[in-house]
């Protein structure tokens, strides 16, 4: 029989490639959104009035949490800060109030993102899940989520939360963001350009959540990230090359993306020189390892 999955978060980026490649396994999938479609196995939430449609878990065997507010694409004003931490912390609560109502569940495992700005911004420092939390609001929000989560231990769930860089897909996420300067011919590294910025093709990702359904030796934390990170520089002289397009020995200076971006700024220049370690440990295999790879089948 094949296991029933619940997907929050399933029409973001990594949640909408995730339920089709549990479907074509074989998977049952039910998901959980703020509005009403016309799959029957969409079911409605509202994170903030705190009401879920508890049908959601019948038959589950295991929760991938991937909901939460975009980090990046609003000013980061205090009210705005709120519903980034809420749309984390509070979802997770709320999921798991829901479980306590519902003694007679199957559920095994609750498999949640979480983020490399866990650790803050650490220079050269090479990060393995050991490592400690660094300082600064994505620092604080990774900390205050991963708290969340871990009081799943408590109904005896198997917790597995993955540390995700920045994934590289063609359909949202960072890389239209990155590559627009690029093919405006204005392509350059950000601030020093010496920030080591982990990433993760979609496949990768996808699978990796899979890894995490299927391989029940799996726990506790893993950085989300290709063996081999890279700069920004790289990362954007590489993206240029892909698109035959210049890459100016140029930086954009800190000042200037401060006034572009305000506070946000931390997120953009922050360096995690990650390790991949742990996962590979577990036995994932990742189909990209090398930027350029990952990079060459995204533009192909």
């Not at 509202?46 to 019948?58: H, P």
Request: aromatic share 8%; proline share 4%.
């Amino acid at each position: 029989m094949a296991k029933k999955i619940l997907i929050t978060g399933a029409t973001g980026l990594v949640g909408t490639e995730l339920e089709k490649h549990l479907l074509s396994k074989g998977y049952e999938v039910n998901t959980l959104s703020r509005k009403k479609d016309n799959d029957p196995n969409n079911y409605v939430w509202d994170v903030y009035k705190g009401t879920i449609d508890a049908g959601c878990l019948n038959g589950v065997d295991t929760i991938v949490h991937l909901a939460g507010e975009p980090v990046a694409d609003k000013k980061w004003t205090d009210e705005r800060k709120k519903q980034i931490i809420d749309s984390r912390v509070k979802s997770t609560e709320l999921l798991f109030e829901t479980i306590k109502s519902k003694p007679d569940l199957q559920l095994k495992a609750f498999i949640s993102a979480s983020a490399v700005g866990f650790y803050g911004d650490c220079g050269d420092e090479i990060l393995t899940e050991e490592s400690l939390k660094g300082y600064g609001f994505l620092a604080d929000c990774c900390k205050l989520w991963e708290d969340a989560v871990d009081e799943g231990k408590k109904l005896s769930l198997r917790i597995v939360k993955l540390r995700t860089g920045i994934v590289l897909s063609n359909d949202g996420g960072a890389l239209p963001q990155l590559d627009k300067p690029v093919k405006l011919f204005v392509g350059a590294g950000l601030g020093t350009g010496k920030q080591w910025t982990p990433w993760l093709h979609i496949n990768d990702m996808v699978e990796m959540y899979i890894e995490a359904i299927e391989n029940l030796k799996m726990e506790g934390c893993y950085n989300a990230c290709a063996p081999f990170p890279v700069t920004n520089a790289a990362l954007t002289k590489a993206i240029a090359k892909q698109l035959r397009r210049p890459f100016w020995p140029i930086k954009v200076p800190k000042k200037a993306l401060e006034l572009l971006l305000g506070e946000r700024v931390d997120a953009v220049l922050m360096s995690n020189n990650t390790s991949a370690q742990k996962i590979l440990d577990a036995g994932f295999k990742f189909k990209f390892t090398h930027l350029e790879d990952a990079l060459q089948e995204l533009y192909k």
